[in-house]
């Protein structure tokens, strides 16, 4: 990654930061589909971080779908951003729908109803 902007004075949270650097070099083509990400202990050094708030900001973008991570076989960047803003609109979706009484299944007819 090209100079992390990573502000220790911010008051949003360092993990936080961290995902938000690491989205940044996916999207600008530094970090492509299908190549390994350095280790979470080597993020922590270059970013003057813990390795705590590195494996935090990496398990964020696992969830967005941006990265796969695999024990013994590292991190590997596994989508797109525009994956990862459609992954976070199903989790609001289907929290909402948690929220309404729905469940998942329900949800997944309702989707397939309208395509």
Do not use: H
């Not at 100079?3 to 070099?25: F, G, M, N, Y």
């Not at 994956?83 to 469940?103: D, H, I, N, P, S």
Request: cysteine-free; glycine content about 8%.
């Amino acid at each position: 990654m090209k100079s992390p902007k990573i502000d220790l004075t911010e008051s949003t949270p360092l993990w936080e930061q961290v995902a938000a650097e690491i989205r940044r070099a996916i999207a600008e083509g530094e970090a492509k589909p299908g190549e390994r990400m350095p280790l979470a202990k080597d993020l922590a050094t270059v970013l003057g971080v813990n390795r705590n708030t590195v494996l935090r900001a990496l398990r964020e973008l696992r969830d967005e779908g941006l990265l796969e991570l695999r024990q013994g076989r590292g991190i590997t960047v596994a989508g797109t951003p525009e994956r990862g803003a459609v992954m976070r609109r199903v989790r609001e979706l289907v929290a909402f729908a948690r929220k309404q009484g729905y469940r998942p299944d329900e949800v997944i007819a309702m989707i397939e109803a309208i395509s």
